[in-house]
């Protein structure tokens, strides 16, 4: 059964990046997508990409194309999801969940706050 | 993409009673890629349905799922007091992959 353990909130200023991480324990990693998805404050659920660590290899969506990078550490077991150029609607809780197609389990969710 | 609209927005019900929500799909959702997902109040969602009436292991068997190309929809028969929640549904047919707005269900 795999868990997921992410980091600690974070607070932005307008225009800089943020790293969240996601370190997973139980089933052999790097052998399932490792998903990321957000939920502004009341807000719902958008899908921002994912990676399958054994090969590296990325999706993302085409609104977060240009600033959004996901990447793995296979030995750490950890993805870790940074998003740059940060504005004010970025504001949200960060989730990873296990999947590419269906999500589960999801992590805790990592709040992160864009403001001046 | 695909827009998936839930309804309805909020729903007010009593213990014991039997609901059911409703997902439908802006085009064909396909081979019934969809998920349910259910989130309380400062926790993340959790996987109720998927392939739109498979039940993981661990879901109670009075969460049922149902439906195929526009359609979909999520019925909770005998309403527990831990129900009270929203639910999503998602697509994962096409990419890419999203969900609906939600359904809040309240407790009347």
């Known amino acids: 059964q795999v868990q997921l353990v992410q980091s600690g909130a974070e607070v932005k200023k307008p225009g800089s990046s943020v790293r969240v991480s996601c370190r997973a324990s139980?089933?052999?990693?790097?052998?399932?997508?490792l998903t990321w998805v957000r939920q502004a404050p009341g807000q719902g659920l958008e899908w921002l990409g994912g990676?399958?660590?054994?090969?590296?290899?990325?999706k993302y969506a085409r609104k977060f194309q240009t600033r959004l990078t996901i990447t793995a550490d296979e030995a750490t077991r950890t993805v870790y999801m940074e998003l740059s150029s940060l504005r004010s609607n970025d504001t949200a809780v960060y989730y990873c969940?296990?999947?590419?197609?269906?999500?589960?389990?999801w992590g805790p969710g990592t709040p992160v706050t864009v403001s001046s | 993409e695909i827009v998936l609209t839930q309804s309805p927005g909020t729903l007010s019900v009593s213990p014991g009673e039997s609901i059911t929500l409703s997902c439908r799909a802006s085009?064909?959702?396909?081979?019934?890629?969809l998920a349910w997902y259910q989130q309380k109040p400062g926790q993340a969602p959790r996987l109720l349905i998927y392939?739109?009436?498979y039940r993981p292991t661990g879901v109670p068997d009075r969460f049922s799922g149902r439906g195929s190309g526009t359609d979909f929809s999520l019925t909770i028969s005998t309403l527990e007091p831990e129900d009270f929640a929203v639910y999503y549904c998602q697509q994962y047919g096409s990419s890419p992959g999203t969900f609906g707005q939600g359904t809040k269900l309240d407790i009347k």
């Open positions: 969940a296990r999947g590419h197609d269906w999500f589960a389990p």
């Open positions: 139980g089933e052999a990693f790097g052998s399932y997508t």
């Open positions: 085009q064909s959702v396909t081979s019934s890629f």
């Open positions: 990676v399958l660590p054994v090969f590296g290899t990325t």
């Open positions: 392939g739109a009436s």
